[in-house]
């Protein structure tokens, strides 16, 4: 305890100039008192906090907006927690989403003698030995890393993303930070205790580190390419595992229109209504035919080359469901086209971690409110982004939280939904996604399917029948050696420990009551074979008196266990 405690000692002052930066920039966004930290001002040293916020109007703006501007200001770290964070509609509301989805990471590059030392630290040779040329100007310049065109030794047109300098350093710092403050928030502020901050920094560092690890991330587009062999509506960036790294990633170059460039799209004569049409086929087909989605698919990751074949790249952050959530939310999507309310509320609770709720009527009244408010246009005029999002709201107050990466799901449909209307506003989104979740429900009722489950159950009982004689032989010696222990669980009843006392002292009284009974039966036996004086009717007094003694206690017994039930 104390190591842990000089430890925790140690890492705090370690960050103390890093905490200082934090809570300089949040006080200057005007989060003072929202965060409550002033009993922190003395300690980390600060003289002056009453910055000219209100000179630069800062406190003008909307909490929403002065979030983002902090969170920019703040880096990589915060922006990418922003960035994720604007996925989970369960935490946010419609104002925050739209703010958190204008978050951008764009800052100055860093030197070129950087770029090079890293990929030979990171590759084990000099650049000039991999690359036949290699751009000095990044094409691109993100938090995270910075993009350069280059060319392979064999003439292959690439494009090499570099991580930044000590980035890995930066964010593991802002991580134990942001767990410090969730915790923080979570043991002192009861009104954020019941949305899980620490869980929610959990699953967004365990987000982050695989996204700072471009292993991960070629491991994903490789995936991702497989998955989409032979489909030619869409294009991923081959990966040249040869020439990358942890830190360093090569991959193909490709160079298109951006997927809303309207005007552009037309003047290469590619049609936008057909084009709106292909990716949002291609988003179903990600998340109900296999399971494994491009969690960020915002215009920036899209490109449209020759043919009106979509480009995707950026494979950092990928969400993956499995085949009974893909059938739950075949249900869901279905039960709001169809209006099914049940269909609805099971598919909801299917996919929800508590599986159920204390009201299932209201529940249901609920779900068909929501319905009727939400789903009363036609389907073409339903956003089934802003209907799942708002979906969310219904289950906070439900107090359900959604499995897996559910909320990454409703992001890229919503990105996808967003993109594919700016192409075509008449867009059908719900009616083109019918058809994949009708398919998958299917599946589930095909003779193929039946046939395969009833021949997994005969296998797996004839295997449990062959079994059964040598596990009840085993039972039945671990039973006559005394080695099986059973437990036992008695709940104390509201009005406390009267009920069991009761039922204790009953217990022990018949057991009593059956034990004086046998030993004056035995007893009375004994005196009567003995013959001793004096006698009545030639018995002997004694044994006749213990016998009629033991018979009543015998009978006492009997019917006050009929009484209570029988045996």
Known sequence: MIFQRFRSAVTFATHLPRYR??????????????????????????????????????????????TRLALEELGPTFIKFGQILSSRRDLIDDEFYEE??????????????????????SLGAPVEKIFKSFEEEPCGSASIAQVHEAVLRDGTHVAVKVQRPDITEVINQDLAILADLASFLENHVPEIESLSPQKVIEEFSETLKRELNFIHEAMNSERFAKQFEGNHAISIPAIYREASSDRVLTMQFMKGIRIDDRKNLLKHHITPEKLAVTVTDLIYQQIFKYGFFHADPHPGNMIVLSGGVIGLYDYGMMGTFSLQFRRSIAGLITGLAKR???????AIL?????????????????????????????????????VLNKLLAMLRENKLRMKGNFYLGIKALTQVEAIGR?????????????????????????????????MRMLTETIDFLDDLPHDLQLLYTKLKRGQ????LEHRIAPEGIEPLRQTLDSVFNRLVNALLASSLLIASSILIHSRIPPHLFGIPVFGLVG???????????????WRHGGL
Do not use: W
Request: with cysteine; glycine share 4%.
């Open 547 to 561: 016998f009629l003694l033991g018979f009543y206690l015998c009978l006492r017994l009997a019917i006050s266990i």
């Open 484 to 487: 099986i222990s059973l437990p």
């Open 21 to 66: 930066e934090i809570l300089n920039i949040l006080f200057k966004y005007g989060f003072a008192d929202v965060l409550k930290l002033v009993a922190l001002e003395h300690l980390l040293g600060f003289e002056n906090l009453t910055i000219a916020t209100h000179e630069m109007g800062i406190l003008a703006k909307p909490l929403a907006v002065r």
């Open 350 to 386: 299917d996919m929800s971690e508590e599986g159920s709720v204390d009201d299932s009527v209201h529940f249901l009244s609920q779900v068909e409110e929501f319905s009727n408010e939400n789903l009363a246009e036609s389907l073409r005029d339903i956003k089934l982004g802003e």
């Open 100 to 121: 958190l989805c204008k978050l951008q990471d764009h800052v100055p590059p860093f030197p070129t003698k950087q770029v090079y030392q890293i990929i030979n630290e």
């Open 422 to 454: 700016h192409l075509d506003p008449t867009l059908n989104f719900i009616v083109l996604g019918k058809p994949y979740a009708m398919e998958l429900i299917s599946e589930r009722y095909q003779p193929q399917r039946i046939l395969k489950i009833g």
């Open 340 to 346: 099914n309310h049940r269909q609805v509320m099971r």
